[in-house]
Structures are given as C-alpha cells and as structure tokens.
C-alpha cells in the first residue's frame, strides 16, 4: 500500500507506477550534481531506491525525494527537488515529513544528505552538520555524466 500525502493540491506518494523518469530526467540533467546525466541512469537509480514523487491534481510529477537505503541501518537522501513554478508552497517540507515518518526509514543508525542551500529546512527534520567530518571519507567523480 503506497504511503501517501495530499498537500496544498499535490499529491505525495511512494507509489513507484506513478513515478515519471522522463521528468525526473528533464530537471536532474540541469542540475548542479547530476548535468548531462542520462535517463537510462535515472531510471536505474530510481529502480534501486524508495522515491517519494510530487504530483498536481493532473498527474504531473513536478519533484522527487529519493532515498538510498538498506532500510537497517543507514539512508542517503539525494536527488532532491521541487520544480520552480511549484515552489513556496510547503511541498519540500511536507515530502520531508512523509519520508522521515515513513515505515522503511524508522530505527535507522545513520541518515545523510547534502546540500548546497537547503540546510534550513533540513535542520528542521533533525539533520546536523556532520559530526567528526575527519572520519568522513569520500570518493568523488564529479564529471562522470560529461564523459
């Protein structure tokens, strides 16, 4: 059974038949961590993780959260957004708080992001600035969808 919310005239649902890769691939293409990714790629990624979409009364997918898990003991949340004309009307928050409140993501040890301007509404969902970041590593590739 989908988790679902209705919000300000959208729908938000985990429901994956709903999810539309096309747009999620429109909008994460011009973006500032997935540019030039392809839609084969984006349709993988969304395969192998839980995706919370937003929708208008019409169907219209208008934004994604999505999260990596293995829903036991860590999630990434990534690949976040709500298209402009949509904005402003409490939709980030509210997918926010389906996700922190969904049955998969409940008791986990770890849960990270990142983010280049939303830190305020994460702050808001418990999410800190990363405790011990010299115990952080990370292997980036950056230009891996420009190749």
């Given at each position: 059974?989908?988790?679902?919310?209705a919000h300000a005239g959208y729908l938000i649902s985990d429901d994956p038949a709903r999810?539309?890769?096309?747009?999620?691939h429109a909008f994460l293409t011009r973006s500032y961590w997935a540019e030039g990714i392809t839609l084969d790629v984006v349709r993988r990624s969304?395969?192998?993780?839980?995706c919370l979409g937003i929708y208008t009364t019409n169907g219209e997918q208008v934004g994604l959260f999505r999260v990596i898990s293995d829903y036991t003991t860590f999630a990434y949340f990534c690949d976040v957004y709500v298209l402009e004309p949509h904005r402003g009307h409490g939709l980030a928050k509210?997918?926010?708080?389906?996700?922190?409140?969904?049955p998969k993501l409940q008791n986990l040890r770890r849960q990270q992001l990142v983010t280049?301007?939303?830190?305020?509404?994460?702050d808001k969902f418990g999410?800190?600035?990363?405790?011990?970041?010299?115990?952080h590593m990370e292997k980036r590739n950056p230009d891996v969808y420009q190749r």
């Amino acid at each position: 059974m989908p988790h679902e919310l209705a919000h300000a005239g959208y729908l938000i649902s985990d429901d994956p038949a709903r999810l539309d890769p096309a747009a999620v691939h429109a909008f994460l293409t011009r973006s500032y961590w997935a540019e030039g990714i392809t839609l084969d790629v984006v349709r993988r990624s969304m395969e192998n993780s839980l995706c919370l979409g937003i929708y208008t009364t019409n169907g219209e997918q208008v934004g994604l959260f999505r999260v990596i898990s293995d829903y036991t003991t860590f999630a990434y949340f990534c690949d976040v957004y709500v298209l402009e004309p949509h904005r402003g009307h409490g939709l980030a928050k509210a997918a926010m708080h389906l996700l922190t409140t969904h049955p998969k993501l409940q008791n986990l040890r770890r849960q990270q992001l990142v983010t280049q301007d939303a830190h305020r509404l994460y702050d808001k969902f418990g999410f800190k600035i990363v405790a011990q970041p010299e115990r952080h590593m990370e292997k980036r590739n950056p230009d891996v969808y420009q190749r």
